[in-house]
């Protein structure tokens, strides 16, 4: 029997590129581990990099830059096992967990299972690994992963389990949406139990451009139950003692329940015997566990850590929002204040001869009450100029959508405007239903450089903005309670030219996260009509969307990188003909 | 000693989404390849469907229906043996080719070699088929391939050879790019002479989005030589005889270059045997050989296929563009004419006081040599009234790119405006060396639906123009010659804030589609001034390319779903420091 095994789980926010930033943050971590007694120390999947670095793992001297940068970190790994993600660049290019020890990188262990489904592309990068690999450390062997590797069963988890790992890491990149942490934990119990090993799963935090991670980082022992949790949304380092001993003694005496041999490959790589120095006195076992978040809290977070990551790791002092008085509007605005606090954030009023005075009067009150700077600009004269420049040109036409989106796309250049002369960044506030339906003005409404909102369907808009009053909040109460309209002509309602939301966002979960099609659609019993029309209606926003600047993923489908249609897309679900545009 | 056989290579251009027009098209080639006497047609890469269908095909009622297309051709193959693309659904998806004959779907091929990188995403949607096919048409052993399967040496191709087949045909999609047409051709060749085996390969053609495919269907025997050639660019039923035999003989002589059964797996599936009404008399081996374009034509005919597909796939009926007299706009007014006609056209010039006189008179006079409608709408109204809105704000501020950038705003909303009054697409004119560099406005010259010229490198639009314009065309001389300048303040000159385009457009090409480094550019030669200053633009502008319009491929690496860069990225390849944007 080997003592228990005192971990450190460093859950980091890496910054994509900046491999001297993120090296000096993992060789932090790794000080802070070794003081507080770890043997073992895990870090994310691709700590070097930061997750998701894209094409930038097609640059031969990146990937020698980010080897340096490792190397420098594990020049620091003495008297500790240091677990780092990096890519590798060998006879191909890996997604790779290095070992480092003794001032040097030992061994290396390449991700076996590559994701190349919604956001993932890894098969893109990287070449797969032949299968899994063990380390002993102080007397326990350790199973190495990286992130997809573990949701799948089998192949590397069960041959690591056969070849003895009693506890097996998993260093990992998991993009959050609504609802994945527990899921994700749950699954994580279901490997520990089925491979009687204790597991443990060190997530990235942090947002990076349409992704949050949500950290979330769990040791599990190998009957499925917490042993320590580490904060969703924040960084942390995790120090908690396991004892994988408890799952070699659970194998002998339960032989019925240990994984079964015939259904693995024999291949499974020793990496090397690791001691570090004994631990003082007699640890206990176990560690923190955080409460976990309900889902429109993690939600919550999710925008206020992606915005403030966006923001930040682009180098913006200060952002800019048109706020109407809407709940969406309102909505961003309470996460910029969240994430940067009312001092860098301006909202700007744009009214024109259709806005309510209480819209107008709600966008003051709201401002008033988060402390935030209210611009108003009135749109009445840049209007008049382009009605009569367009004078000629729409002679004997009635005004229609047109003059609705020049309103749209005026309050766009101010914005802009705005940007350019102070350097803001532009937050735009449309909400995922308005995204799918093509219900927001191209270089109007949605004229920005982040989209905080765009993944969030409406009628989680009003959860969210009832979340965020909770107890007594800043937003105006009629701003929840007054039906929703985009004020572009007399006594507009969304609901005139849309179903109501709760059908709208219903149908709109099915189609685009679901891939339903109009059959499986009526049968759930929505009304043919609203289907065809709402379908078309997403079909033909292709465009827009394409255009639209980038936001926070919180479903299980996003528009951008996870839902790749083609614009130019005959297919009409609606039938089996072909129907011209 | 089988008799030659007659093939026809329906060179279509599939409309993505559009079952059932698609699969009236291969109905109609199958009828005249039948008329003709052609024993085997072959139809392009997923002809039913179009290429790429991207995340269509995650959806179960999508491939249903195209499953249903397919049978609707089989119906329809009768003395005839068909070849036709289309994805499979069965226990898993696959890229596959379905042998129709007898009036209905007799065996299908499983693509084996799944692109996944580039413009490809082929490992998100498929499982990959597990090696060759082979059937036997008239006598004859026919291996079948799919675009990738030939790209690659050895399997599936090899071991098709090596089961006897004589004759390989290629079903293929393959995204045209500068140069790409002779690369491709002279590949099969080598592929040909490898194996001992003619290949005919059948290419689809069209553009779709930011993809044009070229065509460019070649016959090409045992020996490398080209039998028959499709035009590019253009739709074609190309028949051809080809005598498979000879490929046989040359193997049962020439031992010493035959393919070598070492190297191959024995995985080939018989998926049997085939017979068609015979040929009358003695035909001739042979067929039409179409005259290849040089490279800048190809380029020319690209952009106008490109445009000429999106416009009426989209099922647009007329275009606007701004056209300022500069290089860019003159070139893409030029395409988008050659594209539609010039009464599908409409040309506006927006001047400001930076307007010289000299490109006022110039784009008028373009416009009349190309008999296109220019309209007139001059922007100092609208931006009086901005700047007089925005008078407070700005107060204390000099006028900077705040101003240059709002006159650009002005000309995209005044574009916009004519698109939602009238239904017009509006093209962008910026080049991909303004697209590299950042030298664009967002939501200014680069609002609107496709950007034409946008993967055209600054100096390969001056080609472009002095082609076009060969044997006395359109364009006014000074439109070539004349320094260009953006015109947004007195006396710009883009040489002004950028170096010469010799110098620009040799860095883009060599950071951005060769991937080479700051120390790679340095030591071939250019300035270190100047690469970290470009390199520093490029990385900068990644936010405003996302949210520009698709525009046509015709680099070896376009922006786009070609090129996949993160917007938040610390990486700067000029030193290895962190540094803040």
């Given at each position: 029997?080997?003592?228990?095994?005192?971990?450190?789980?460093?859950?980091?926010?890496?910054?994509?590129?900046?491999?001297?930033?993120?090296?000096?943050?993992?060789?932090?971590?790794?000080?802070?581990?070794?003081?507080?007694?770890?043997?073992?120390?895990?870090?994310?999947?691709?700590?070097?990099?930061?997750?998701?670095?894209?094409?930038?793992?097609?640059?031969?001297?990146?990937?020698?830059?980010?080897?340096?940068?490792?190397?420098?970190?594990?020049?620091?790994?003495?008297?500790?096992?240091?677990?780092?993600?990096?890519?590798?660049?060998?006879?191909?290019?890996?997604?790779?967990?290095?070992?480092?020890?003794?001032?040097?990188?030992?061994?290396?262990?390449?991700?076996?299972?590559?994701?190349?489904?919604?956001?993932?592309?890894?098969?893109?990068?990287?070449?797969?690994?032949?299968?899994?690999?063990?380390?002993?450390?102080?007397?326990?062997?350790?199973?190495?992963?990286?992130?997809?590797?573990?949701?799948?069963?089998?192949?590397?988890?069960?041959?690591?389990?056969?070849?003895?790992?009693?506890?097996?890491?998993?260093?990992?990149?998991?993009?959050?949406?609504?609802?994945?942490?527990?899921?994700?934990?749950?699954?994580?119990?279901?490997?520990?139990?089925?491979?009687?090993?204790?597991?443990?799963?060190?997530?990235?935090?942090?947002?990076?451009?349409?992704?949050?991670?949500?950290?979330?980082?769990?040791?599990?022992?190998?009957?499925?139950?917490?042993?320590?949790?580490?904060?969703?949304?924040?960084?942390?380092?995790?120090?908690?003692?396991?004892?994988?001993?408890?799952?070699?003694?659970?194998?002998?005496?339960?032989?019925?329940?240990?994984?079964?041999?015939?259904?693995?490959?024999?291949?499974?790589?020793?990496?090397?015997?690791?001691?570090?120095?004994?631990?003082?006195?007699?640890?206990?076992?176990?560690?923190?566990?955080?409460?976990?978040?309900?889902?429109?809290?993690?939600?919550?977070?999710?925008?206020?850590?992606?915005?403030?990551?966006?923001?930040?790791?682009?180098?913006f002092r200060h952002v800019v929002l048109g706020l109407s008085g809407g709940i969406d509007s309102t909505l961003v605005l309470c996460v910029a204040v969240d994430a940067l606090g009312a001092d860098r954030v301006t909202a700007v009023t744009m009214p024109s001869r259709y806005s309510s005075a209480g819209t107008r009067n709600d966008a003051k009150t709201?401002?008033?009450?988060?402390?935030?700077?209210?611009?108003?600009?009135?749109?009445?004269?840049?209007?008049?100029?382009?009605?009569?420049?367009?004078?000629?040109?729409?002679?004997?036409?009635?005004?229609?959508?047109?003059?609705?989106?020049?309103?749209?796309?005026?309050?766009?250049?101010?914005?802009?405007?705005?940007?350019?002369?102070?350097?803001?960044?532009?937050?735009?506030?449309?909400?995922?239903?308005?995204?799918?339906?093509?219900?927001?003005?191209?270089?109007?409404?949605?004229?920005?450089?982040?989209?905080?909102?765009?993944?969030?369907?409406?009628?989680?808009?009003?959860?969210?903005?009832?979340?965020?009053?909770?107890?007594?909040?800043?937003?105006?109460?009629?701003?929840?309670?007054?039906?929703?309209?985009?004020?572009?002509?007399?006594?507009?309602?969304?609901?005139?030219?849309?179903?109501?939301?709760?059908?709208?966002?219903?149908?709109?979960?099915?189609?685009?996260?679901?891939?339903?099609?109009?059959?499986?659609?009526?049968?759930?019993?929505?009304?043919?009509?609203?289907?065809?029309?709402?379908?078309?209606?997403?079909?033909?926003?292709?465009?827009?969307?394409?255009?639209?600047?980038?936001?926070?993923?919180?479903?299980?489908?996003?528009?951008?990188?996870?839902?790749?249609?083609?614009?130019?897309?005959?297919?009409?679900?609606?039938?089996?003909?072909?129907?011209?545009?």
């Amino acid at each position: 029997m080997a003592a228990p095994l005192r971990l450190a789980l460093h859950q980091m926010d890496a910054r994509v590129g900046d491999l001297a930033g993120n090296a000096a943050k993992i060789r932090d971590g790794l000080r802070r581990a070794r003081d507080a007694g770890a043997q073992l120390a895990l870090f994310p999947e691709l700590a070097i990099t930061g997750y998701p670095p894209e094409d930038l793992l097609l640059k031969e001297h990146f990937l020698r830059d980010a080897r340096a940068a490792l190397d420098e970190v594990a020049a620091e790994a003495h008297d500790i096992v240091a677990l780092v993600g990096f890519p590798e660049r060998a006879e191909d290019v890996y997604n790779a967990l290095a070992v480092c020890s003794n001032g040097r990188v030992q061994a290396i262990y390449r991700k076996c299972r590559l994701p190349n489904y919604g956001v993932f592309d890894e098969v893109r990068y990287f070449q797969a690994g032949r299968g899994g690999a063990i380390i002993e450390v102080d007397g326990h062997k350790v199973g190495l992963t990286v992130c997809e590797d573990i949701w799948v069963p089998g192949s590397p988890l069960l041959e690591e389990a056969l070849a003895g790992a009693t506890l097996v890491v998993n260093a990992s990149a998991s993009p959050y949406n609504h609802g994945k942490g527990v899921r994700r934990e749950r699954m994580i119990q279901q490997r520990a139990r089925d491979n009687l090993c204790a597991v443990a799963f060190c997530g990235l935090v942090g947002g990076q451009d349409e992704l949050v991670f949500d950290g979330h980082s769990v040791v599990i022992d190998h009957e499925g139950c917490v042993v320590a949790r580490a904060a969703q949304f924040a960084e942390e380092l995790l120090i908690t003692t396991v004892d994988p001993d408890a799952a070699r003694a659970a194998r002998l005496r339960d032989t019925r329940q240990r994984p079964a041999a015939r259904d693995a490959e024999p291949r499974v790589d020793h990496l090397g015997v690791f001691d570090t120095p004994a631990l003082d006195g007699e640890p206990k076992v176990g560690g923190p566990v955080a409460e976990l978040l309900d889902p429109d809290e993690e939600v919550y977070a999710a925008l206020v850590l992606g915005t403030r990551d966006y923001v930040e790791k682009n180098g913006f002092r200060h952002v800019v929002l048109g706020l109407s008085g809407g709940i969406d509007s309102t909505l961003v605005l309470c996460v910029a204040v969240d994430a940067l606090g009312a001092d860098r954030v301006t909202a700007v009023t744009m009214p024109s001869r259709y806005s309510s005075a209480g819209t107008r009067n709600d966008a003051k009150t709201l401002a008033a009450n988060l402390g935030v700077e209210l611009l108003e600009l009135p749109i009445a004269g840049p209007m008049s100029a382009y009605d009569e420049l367009l004078a000629g040109p729409f002679e004997g036409r009635e005004p229609d959508i047109t003059e609705e989106n020049l309103q749209a796309r005026i309050r766009g250049n101010l914005l802009m405007a705005l940007s350019n002369k102070f350097g803001w960044l532009v937050l735009t506030t449309g909400n995922k239903s308005e995204m799918s339906v093509g219900y927001s003005t191209l270089y109007g409404d949605s004229a920005g450089g982040f989209a905080v909102i765009k993944d969030v369907p409406k009628l989680m808009v009003y959860r969210l903005a009832e979340l965020r009053n909770r107890g007594g909040g800043p937003i105006p109460p009629d701003i929840i309670t007054r039906p929703p309209s985009a004020e572009l002509r007399p006594d507009q309602k969304d609901e005139d030219s849309l179903p109501p939301y709760s059908v709208l966002d219903a149908i709109i979960e099915a189609y685009v996260e679901e891939d339903q099609g109009r059959e499986q659609l009526v049968a759930r019993g929505f009304a043919p009509e609203d289907v065809d029309r709402i379908i078309r209606l997403i079909d033909l926003a292709e465009y827009k969307r394409r255009q639209n600047p980038p936001g926070i993923k919180v479903t299980s489908k996003a528009f951008g990188r996870d839902r790749r249609m083609p614009i130019t897309n005959a297919y009409r679900a609606i039938t089996r003909e072909s129907s011209p545009v």
